[in-house]
């Protein structure tokens, strides 16, 4: 029902309000700023690298030459769309949607789900801990991620509670047919793994949702524009009760989904669709797999990923030698010497063998290289925050002669 969640929206008379807009530190004010707190965090977030990046990173399909294609941060854009639509007819905040919808993603590693897994798998072993986009967004936005400040020095993003909240709790599948946020205001450092918490506010619930449908109705669109499902598209019809003297495309399933959970949710029931309506969600996501995300042409490139990822760690993991390592870097710039310059300049950033005062640095020192765990932290953010392009190009610089 519309405005149904008005009383429960992220403003100041929400008793969550104190938590929700609460930073690390104090962030610089201005007398003549406009911007409420979540509007600051969005053009924050916006004017960031990590978000640049996000239009070289892949969605689902790696590489396209069609340039309507999706990628990641068309992606964004999508739930940005879907989520203000929904949190706009349900009453919510949506300042805080938006600054969440465009950050949710920020923690992406090239060549999308792939690559997260690859990285994943070298986390696991060498540090002990999965490597999962939602906890790396976090730590993005906390740690890695500088924007110049009024005195020209550099520093952390330093965004309010509830957008970083929203970043981490956005992952986990949306099965149950409620969804409804959690009460307690926790550190964000105690998740462990994906899902572990519901997100704090409505809103970021709100994200969450619009997260699914976003993707589910896209995959698909893309795929039948780049005809990996010539041989299905009978199966499809018949899943979605569709006409094929109809247009199908993307607006066509998030219509349907979006209205469908707008008239279904309400504060005592939680944001929920109708059970045809879940049923056929789960249903499209269970097609998306089977056809689209497992396909041969899909699967194919995954080798290609693990040798490009793995080679770039490789490299630069041999250059630890404790008190030697930043030594061992410089040296590698004969042999590669974009890939050396890239992740000196990076740990320039986060470590305190730089002269942070020149560099105008006010960030947290967050490594310390001389330490083989955290260089391999450092290895693997790096890495993270790399296009697909980049990544390509420093594998191919490494095989050159």
Known sequence: MENSFKDYAMTKNNPKWENAISRISPLETRDTDLRSNFDRDYTRI??????????????????????????????????????????????????????????????HSP???????????????????????????LEFVDFIELLNGHDGYKKNLNLCYGVRDGIISHCGEINENSLRPRDEYIDLKDYSYPNQYAPYTWEACVVKIADKISYIGRDIEDAITLRILDNHLQELYDLLNY??????????????LVCDLCENSSPYNGLSFS???????????????????????????????????????????????KEN????????????????????????????????????????????????????RAIISYISGMTDNFAMEMYNEIIRF
């Open 46 to 107: 916006i004017h960031s690298n990590a978000y640049r990046r996000l239009k070289h990173k892949t969605q689902v399909f790696f590489s396209p030459e069609n340039d309507h294609i999706c990628t990641r941060i068309e992606h964004v854009t999508h739930v940005n769309s879907i989520s203000y639509t929904i949190a706009n007819y349900l009453g919510l905040n949506t300042e805080l949607t938006r600054a969440i919808s465009v950050a949710h993603d920020l923690g």
């Open 111 to 137: 060549f999308g789900h792939a690559g997260e897994k690859i990285l994943s798998e070298i986390s696991n072993r060498d540090l002990g801990v999965s490597f999962w986009h939602e906890k790396n967004g």
């Open 243 to 256: 006409n094929s003297s109809e247009t199908l495309n993307n607006s066509t399933i998030i219509n349907y």
């Open 275 to 321: 059970k045809n309506a879940l049923d056929l969600m789960n249903k499209i996501k269970d097609f998306n797999y089977k056809h689209i995300y497992f396909c041969r042409r899909t699967k194919t490139s995954i080798k290609y990923f693990k040798l490009v990822i793995n080679e770039i760690y490789d490299i630069l993991k041999e250059c630890f030698d």
């Open 325 to 376: 390592t930043i030594n061992n870097i410089i040296s590698l710039k004969k042999y590669y010497p974009k890939l050396a310059d890239g992740f000196y300049y990076f740990l320039e950033n986060y470590c305190d063998f730089s002269n942070r005062e020149e560099l105008k640095l006010k960030n947290k020192i967050i490594f310390d290289i001389s330490d083989e765990y955290d260089f391999s």
